[in-house]
Nanobody, 118 residues
């Protein structure tokens, strides 16, 4: 069954903003850390931002100061607020749930396309 469902991608002009959402099943959200990855054509998938169960966050250097990850425990949803978007942010963005011990250690969403272009 589908465990992570993403939404919010689309086309935006440089300098614009988008907010991605990822709804997770409660059994996952209450136990797993969450994160956002992205993959541009011809590139490897890379971590964009992560957030722990306690709300500690980490970001790729390329998005620091522009992107914000957050989680709403009441809605079992993690968000990625993306501001000051650049063409190089264009990629498919994937929601991820991860745990260092519990198997499976990773769940992935289906991906949502973000295109930054004028």
């Amino acid at each position: 069954q589908v465990q992570l469902v993403e939404s919010g991608g689309g086309l935006v002009q440089p300098g614009g903003s988008l907010r991605l959402s990822c709804a997770a099943s409660s059994s996952i959200f209450s136990v797993y850390a969450m994160g956002w990855y992205r993959q541009a054509p011809g590139s490897q998938r890379e971590l964009v931002a992560g957030i722990t169960l306690l709300g500690n966050t980490n970001y790729a250097d390329s998005v620091k100061g522009r992107f914000t990850i957050s989680r709403d425990n009441a809605k079992n949803t993690v968000y990625l607020q993306m501001n000051s978007l650049k063409p190089e942010d264009t990629a498919v963005y994937y929601c991820n749930a991860n745990h260092p011990i519990i198997v499976p250690r990773n769940y992935w969403g289906q991906g949502t396309q973000v295109t930054v272009s004028s």
